[in-house]
């Protein structure tokens, strides 16, 4: 029912901005991470992002 293989826009983790600590859900894409619901980069126009350890 929810099965999110073809949608492209279910988060695999929780990302952190590496400037400005935003958090985002992502999706991990090659060697970085996508925001899900922006272009690639953060609102402040950095696109470095860390894994957050959320529980
Ligand atoms: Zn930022």
């Known amino acids: ?3 999110d293989s073809d949608t492209g826009g279910s988060p695999d983790v929780i990302v952190g901005c ?7 859900p992502a999706q991990r894409a090659g060697d970085g991470f996508r925001p899900i619901g922006t272009d690639g980069t953060c609102d402040c126009g950095n696109d470095e992002f ?3 350890d959320a529980d």
């Open 50 to 52: 860390e894994t957050i």
């Open 18 to 24: 590496t400037d400005c600590n935003s958090t985002y």
């Open 1 to 3: 029912m929810d099965d």
